[in-house]
Nanobody
Framework: QVQLVESGGGLVQAGGSLRLSCAAS????????MGWFRQAPGKEREFVAA????????NYADSVKGRFTISRDNAKNTVYLQMNSLKPEDTAVYYC???????????????????WGQGTQVTVSS
């Protein structure tokens, strides 16, 4: 079992920044790929960013490229999402996800991830 706990959400003005953290516990962390997804009110959950265990390969949704950066610290069992130049359309509940199955591909599909956090709210005001 892997437990994931997100933090760092909040209210920010458009153009501002936030950094989300996801702390993992349980099974060995270093073999996992980690991802961030988000769900806005009335919309389906969507992929945001992902990183493989070595942090040598990342993937981003087109809507966040150039603004968001995903990173991980395996020593701390934590993955981060640095969000800059935030827009009102970034408002959503952000979820951390993990897979303990070895992979070199930072997957964009929800079904590739076995474990999920409870989510953290990000609200961007205009």
């Amino acid at each position: 079992q892997v437990q994931l706990v997100e933090s760092g959400g909040g209210l920010v003005q458009a153009g501002g920044s936030l950094r989300l953290s996801c702390a993992a516990s349980g099974r060995p962390f270093s073999t996992a790929a980690m991802g961030w997804f988000r769900q806005a009110p009335g919309k389906e959950r969507e992929f945001v960013a992902a990183v493989i265990w070595s942090a040598s390969n990342t993937n981003y949704a087109d809507s966040v490229k150039g603004r968001f950066t995903i990173s991980r610290d395996n020593a701390k069992n934590t993955v981060y999402l640095q969000m800059n130049s935030l827009k009102p359309e970034d408002t959503a509940v952000y979820y951390c996800a993990a897979t303990t199955i070895y992979t070199t591909v930072p997957a964009t599909e929800e079904k590739k991830y076995d474990y999920w956090g409870q989510g953290t709210q990000v609200t961007v005001s205009s």
